[in-house]
């Protein structure tokens, strides 16, 4: 049987994203009832973390404690890989050595490498080009609140960037129209517009993007290692910000939601993670419930039971 991985949304069909999304809230669910559930014991999470994280590293280590595994956090001060070993040598070697690795860092090359030469499941946790976990923990907080996300109106507002591209094929997978906003010189990638052209649209004024919304979401305007950037960008992205006005605009039951962390004043106003419309608490908890069955549905033939 051949190792799955995880380093998109495409690397699941529709279906097993679906069922995934289900037993995230199953997973929930017995969380919450204090049911004590361990099918990982003796088994191990290596997280290799080459960009900081609060929400990716809780999450993933808390999850595989749940589960009775332990996970093993590793920054490149602690491995080889920061002192210029082959990304072939370490993923041969890691993998030999844990049951399921998880990365977080710039390049999706470094992570498309990595599992090719892995003999463990890979879980891409953040590159410079995606964030599949944020959006499984995104869906699964849209069908807590809402059901079904299939045929409903999803708008960026913001940078095009590595969530905006996870949201355009989530858009796919799951069956949503997205609508972005982007300001010019900050639009999602060329070749992925014209692949999801068909659930994707450009919107420039997002006063009029988000006209229909059921979901409105965004991010920082100056990610990781774009310091440098943050003068111009705010500059750039000014109109860009989401507000309790811009979600008046949206249909009357929208929700908010942020992967978080949040620069208050900047690409949402001082009080929006406040208002009733705004789900981000349950989101950002979720990113833990998604990931739990992401592991589980990975490693299913190595379950204890």
Not at 45 to 59: C, N, P, W, Y
Not at 147 to 160: A, C
Not at 165 to 179: D, E, K, P, T
Request: glycine share 6%; aromatic share 8%.
């Amino acid at each position: 049987m051949s190792v799955r991985h995880f380093l998109t949304l495409m690397d699941l069909s529709k279906d097993e994203l679906q069922s995934l999304i289900r037993r995230a809230c199953e997973l929930k669910a017995m969380q919450r009832r204090g049911e004590i559930y361990r099918p990982f014991v003796g088994r191990t999470l290596a997280m290799i973390f080459e960009k900081s994280s609060t929400r990716t590293r809780v999450s993933f280590e808390t999850g595989m404690g749940q589960f009775g595994g332990q996970a093993l956090f590793l920054s490149p001060n602690d491995t080889q890989l920061g002192r210029g070993e082959p990304i072939e040598d370490s993923a041969r070697v890691i993998s030999s050595m844990t049951d399921i690795v998880m990365i977080r860092t710039f390049s999706h090359a470094k992570v498309e490498t990595f599992a090719k030469y892995s003999s463990v499941p890979v879980i891409n946790a953040l590159t410079d080009d995606f964030h599949p976990c944020q959006l499984l923990a995104d869906m699964q907080t849209f069908y807590e609140h809402r059901g079904s996300i299939e045929g409903k109106t999803v708008v960026w507002v913001g940078d095009g960037n590595n969530m905006c591209h996870s949201y355009m094929i989530a858009a796919h997978q799951f069956g949503f129209n997205l609508v972005v906003a982007a300001p010019d010189g900050y639009k999602p990638n060329a070749e992925l517009l014209a692949k999801y052209a068909h659930c994707t649209r450009l919107v420039d004024d997002p006063k009029q993007a988000v006209k229909g919304a059921h979901l409105v979401v965004t991010d920082v305007w100056a990610s990781m290692g774009q310091e440098a950037e943050q003068a111009k960008r705010e500059k750039d992205f000014a109109d860009y910000q989401v507000n309790a006005e811009l979600l008046d605009l949206a249909q009357e039951d929208v929700l908010f939601m942020h992967c978080l962390p949040a620069h208050r004043g900047e690409e949402i106003s001082e009080d929006l993670l406040d208002d009733p419309r705004s789900v981000v608490w349950d989101e950002a908890e979720n990113r833990l419930h998604a990931q739990k069955a992401l592991m589980e549905f990975l490693l299913k033939d190595k379950i204890k039971l």
